[in-house]
């Protein structure tokens, strides 16, 4: 077959990614310190208290900024970084899709956590993350990644269709109805007293 008669209508991509940090060369990442976490946590006093003492970079990700069409792929890592405020852990903020029906997929590629998931009827589903798992999140299901490792980064690669979208603004305004704590060193799902209906 000649190839002289293949023209594509889009570049083909490589994007290089370090297995072990999740970052990408030639890329700068999203980053959000804790503060731009504020109203995730549960405990409000313990966050404004951490904020204070060191404002450090709770999680960042790598968007590969593919173009926003439902025929195109986006992807990247993400790494969440370990910690805690109060008794819960560090986590991403965590949205629903703006196309609510797109799923999305996560791949570990180091640390361990877990994937909080909620639909909009309350449904609440959480998978465990460790080097090697993936975790397929359903359309219509709201996610937020948890590092439940106290020293090593929870680092992933996740896709989604490229038209999903982020709604971030419904978990902004509502929260996740649970929410993840430490007790006695196990990861323990729980009501989150802020959830508002």
């Known amino acids: 077959m000649s190839t002289a008669s293949l023209t594509p209508t889009t570049r083909s991509v490589v994007t290089r990614f370090d297995l072990t940090t999740g970052l990408a060369d030639g890329t700068p990442s999203l980053r959000r310190p804790l503060s731009a976490m504020a109203g995730m946590y549960a405990d409000a006093a313990a966050f404004e208290a951490a904020v204070a003492a060191d404002d450090v970079l709770s999680y960042e990700f790598y968007d590969m900024g593919v173009p926003a069409l439902e025929t195109e792929v986006a992807y990247g890592t993400s790494i969440t ?27 570990c590629l180091s640390g361990e956590g877990l ?78 007293p802020r959830w508002q209906s």
């Open 81 to 107: 970084y370990p910690g805690r405020v109060g008794d819960e852990y560090f986590m991403t903020k965590g949205h629903f899709h703006t196309r609510l029906e797109a799923a999305e997929i996560y791949l």
């Open 115 to 192: 994937m909080l998931m909620e639909s909009p009827e309350g449904d609440v589903q959480v998978e465990e993350f460790r080097a090697g798992r993936s975790v397929y999140v359903p359309g219509r299901y709201a996610h937020r990644s948890i590092n439940t490792s106290a020293t090593e980064p929870l680092i992933t690669f996740f896709a989604f269709p490229g038209d999903a979208g982020h709604d971030y603004g419904t978990i902004e305004t509502k929260g996740f109805r649970k929410i993840v704590v430490d007790r006695d060193g196990v990861p323990t799902l729980q009501d989150n």
